[in-house]
Antibody, heavy 117, light 107 residues
Framework: QVQLQESGPGLVKPSETLSLTCTVS????????WSWIRQPPGKGLEWIGY??????NYNPSLRSRVTILLETSRNQFSLKLSSVTAADTAVYYC????????????WGQGALVTVSS | DIQMTQSPSSLSASVGDRVTITCRAS??????LAWIQQKPGKAPKSLIY???TLQSGVPSRFSGSGSGTDFTLTISSLQPEDFATYYC?????????FGGGTRVEIK
């Protein structure tokens, strides 16, 4: 059974960099696409970007601030979002998909990140 | 970006009721449509992909239909564990986008 678990600081100061890690268990990280998705409180879901074997694709709305990296040896992938503001406060989810035009088939539980001084 | 519009945004229903949720895409999405269930504090769960194909292990009371821009999720007989928020999502065009969600509450 594939499981994904997000981890990282729950509180980040404005203008700093948000960093999260998703640990994948129950399957190989190498054969799949791995995305980050977020949900601000009371709002809808927003896709942030994906990584696959080192290749990335980011939402144009966030591209200038986002980096997603794959750490194959640890079966993890990470998210960095720079220059955060209160608008970046959200629950951040990691998710798996089998290809570019495939649905998300497994999700993590989500990690709440609050941007506040 | 393709806009996904869900209706209703919330509904109240009783156990055993038939429930229908609709989703409309702002452009054609070639049936690249998924339905996702979300419960508070839990990982979102993929229910349906390709508009009508059930993910492995999803009960048969869930079904999806539609094509082009208009899609429907139906729960044939609502069970206590089905009270949740449901989202549609298109993966035909990047960036993938989601509907605003439909909260299914106990009547």
């Amino acid at each position: 059974q594939v499981q994904l678990q997000e981890s990282g600081p729950g509180l980040v100061k404005p203008s700093e960099t948000l960093s999260l890690t998703c640990t994948v268990s129950g399957g190989s990280i190498s054969r799949y696409y791995w995305s980050w998705i977020r949900q601000p409180p009371g709002k809808g879901l927003e896709w942030i970007g994906y990584v696959y074997n080192g290749r990335t694709n980011y939402n144009p709305s966030l591209r200038s601030r986002v980096t997603i990296l794959l750490e194959t040896s640890r079966n993890q992938f990470s998210l960095k979002l720079s220059s955060v503001t209160a608008a970046d406060t959200a629950v951040y989810y990691c998710a798996r998909h089998s290809g570019i035009y495939f649905p998300f088939d497994y999700w993590g539980q989500g990690a709440l990140v609050t941007v506040s001084s | 970006d393709i806009q996904m519009t869900q209706s209703p945004s919330s509904l109240s229903a009783s156990v055993g009721d038939r429930v229908t949720i609709t989703c409309r895409a702002s452009l054609l999405i070639n049936n690249y449509l998924a339905w996702i269930q979300q419960k508070p504090g839990k990982a979102p769960k993929s229910l349906i992909y390709a508009a009508s194909t059930l993910q492995s292990g999803v009960p048969s009371r869930f079904s999806g239909s539609g094509s082009g821009t208009d899609f429907t999720l139906t729960i044939s007989s609502l069970q206590p564990e089905d009270f949740a928020t449901y989202y549609c999502q298109q993966y035909n065009t990047y960036p993938p986008t989601f509907g605003g969600g439909t909260r299914v509450e106990i009547k």
